[in-house]
């Protein structure tokens, strides 16, 4: 006897999800039969439902549920500052700063020529009609500190670098809090010494 | 902004499946987003079929597709041997080799006296009843070489040897193939010399 099919089924269709090798698709595949059924039901109504309600924001790039962006509609934040990131992760790593209450524009990606993933690839277009039609005063690119997050930074700030008044910002490089001194790379340790902050002049 | 809820639900969700973490779960909600329609419905046809037509087998305690077990309802079997399993992937295991065309018995489980699991709480009272029923001329007590599949392994042949005419063996222990003898451990060596073969007496 071969392995049932249904097993095989599974197993074949929890390997298109990136990351899943063989055996962990196997592993997973052996505890779905052992699984509560209503936990099952409750998994995949998650997935439908995330396929259903989540869809990506056409002003901003970010996702947004039952089409509603509920960060672009939110007219409590500060119509002036525009902070530009790589993904929605980051999104909601910045949204827990309570002192940043601004909008964003999601590029989905970084420009990477090691990857073939130019400018037109990512969302930059809609970021460049978006500034040139709203009135931001700053705008503050929130790349990843990667080589492709600062070409992808750069990048932008010499396509806007035309715009008056516009002020184009980049997150401070150097040591992470918590860190020790001496683990710290040459190149972050170059960034904390250039942007050091003045105690006493 | 807090994350969204779909995604959040989807985490969520992928947790209550074993060996699946927080970060792992996270990271499969987000590829979820992102794949193709067709495959995240493959993927869910494949969950529902795997919980609709796969149950276990009231003969043998393997897994069987739409109430028909495979191996129960195949007479060209050798119907005299009757090889007792720990699971259904022992199953598929053994069945791979060509040699043996035997009947099995899935037990489900090994007794653990460590993990407080009894000989009730595996499928041993049916196998008891199913040799009473039939006859056969031996059974392969194929449970893992471990501490538990060894108690398993004795308690089952306890049981079974005040019947007449019926073969009781065990699975042979001594060095895997392909191994290096010196890699061996102490327990499998003894093992290998206590079963050692002869080649000319």
């Known amino acids: 006897m071969k392995e049932l099919q249904t097993i095989a089924n599974l197993t074949n269709a929890l390997k298109v999800i990136p990351g899943i090798g063989n055996k962990s698709a196997e592993r997973i595949a052996y505890e779905f039969i052992k699984m509560n059924p209503e936990k099952v039901d409750s998994l995949i109504n998650s997935i439908q439902a995330i396929k259903k309600d989540l869809s990506i924001c056409p002003i901003c790039g970010s996702y947004m549920e039952n089409n509603k962006c509920q960060i672009c509609l939110d007219s409590t934040r500060d119509d002036s500052l525009l902070v530009v990131v790589t993904s929605y992760k980051d999104v909601i790593a910045l949204e827990r700063l309570s002192s940043l209450h601004a909008f964003y524009h999601v590029l989905n990606g970084s420009i990477s020529p090691s990857k073939g993933i130019t400018a037109s690839d990512i969302n930059i277009n809609k970021l460049i009609q978006r500034i040139k039609n709203n009135h931001f005063k700053e705008i503050i690119l929130a790349t990843d500190p990667t080589i ?15 715009i008056s008044d516009l002020i184009i ?33």
């Open 148 to 162: 492709d997050g600062e070409t992808t930074a750069l990048y932008i700030s010499e396509i806007l670098k035309d």
């Open 169 to 201: 910002s980049r997150l401070g490089y150097g040591l992470p809090m918590g860190a020790n001194l001496d683990f710290a790379d040459e190149l972050t340790l170059s960034h904390a010494l250039k942007g050091r902050t003045i105690y006493k002049k």
